[in-house]
């Protein structure tokens, strides 16, 4: 395990904006803390970055663990089923959310230059067509899959696929103790953002206030650092990566599927939670 001298283990959560990649950097011991409901109520060190691509990123390289929103194992002409946790992911989040998960197109697809041809390519690999949403994230997911397959394989187990929505529904019901508790509002939505503040405190995540520590003042300014190549949501998702990526090193995540489906490059095709 990645650990320093202390004892304590690097989580990074990343999330793709348009300047390339944010990373959230939880810094806490690898064993479960102090817990009030299932919250870990230690607080936690967070720090934000913001990398233009992934290969060779030193931010990444003591990671006990990297928790990525972006499709990680994918189908492909080998391997053409559908991938259960996309399927099990729009099942937790519900019919109101569940549209936020989209099917990622096949590994075929990802070198299609337009599309039209991504469209064609992942109707004759999987008998169906993509979303313009899927495809406006190819270049993201060929880089997941490139900077995957430079690892050796004892190093991809480090990185685990997450979907921020279905980290902050959870937390909202480890909070409540309600496990029918939809996701809170809209991520772009201000009283969206205001939940998800609320939530990643509760966590230990955000700090207090607008204290020089705090999640929303580091989150301020590094938005003013990158301007509109970042987003406040896209903060927030990458810091939820992370607290769904230390709940793996714990042990304590829950995975969708429970057992993992693996793609033709053995890459596990499962969200962790």
Not at 12 to 40: H, K, L, M, Y
Not at 185 to 196: C, F, N, S, T
Not at 263 to 269: A, F, L, Q, S, T
Request: aromatic share 4%; net charge positive.
């Amino acid at each position: 395990m990645f650990t320093d001298a202390a004892g304590h283990a690097v989580v990074c959560g990343i999330d793709g904006c348009r300047g390339g990649w944010v990373i959230a950097r939880i810094t806490a011991s690898p064993e479960a803390g102090n817990f009030q409901r299932g919250v870990d109520v230690l607080p936690l060190a967070v720090s934000l970055s913001v990398i233009p691509d992934l290969a060779g990123a030193a931010v990444l390289r003591d990671a006990a663990c990297i928790a990525i929103d972006m499709p990680v194992g994918l189908a492909s002409r080998a391997r053409p089923a559908p991938r259960a946790c996309d399927r099990l992911a729009r099942e937790m989040l519900g019919p109101g959310r569940s549209a936020s998960v989209f099917a990622p197109p096949c590994r075929e697809a990802l070198a299609a230059t337009s599309y039209r041809d991504a469209l064609e390519v992942n109707r004759a690999v999987l008998g169906t067509g993509i979303s313009k949403q899927s495809y406006n994230i190819t270049a993201k997911m060929r880089e997941v899959d490139s900077f995957l397959a430079a690892l050796p394989a004892p190093q991809r187990s480090r990185i685990t696929e997450v979907h921020p929505e279905l980290s902050f529904v959870l937390m909202a019901r480890i909070i409540s103790g309600d496990q029918e508790l939809p996701p809170p509002p809209p991520k772009k939505h201000p009283a969206g953002q205001l939940a998800r503040y609320k939530l990643l405190r509760a966590m230990g995540l955000a700090g207090k206030g607008q204290g020089p520590g705090s999640l929303r003042r580091m989150a301020d300014a590094l938005r003013e650092q990158h301007g509109a190549s970042l987003q406040t949501d896209d903060i927030l998702d990458a810091v939820a990566a992370a607290w769904s990526g230390l709940r793996r090193l714990r042990g304590q995540a829950l995975t969708l599927p429970a057992s993992a489906e693996l793609d033709e490059r053995g890459i596990p095709m499962q969200m962790t939670v």
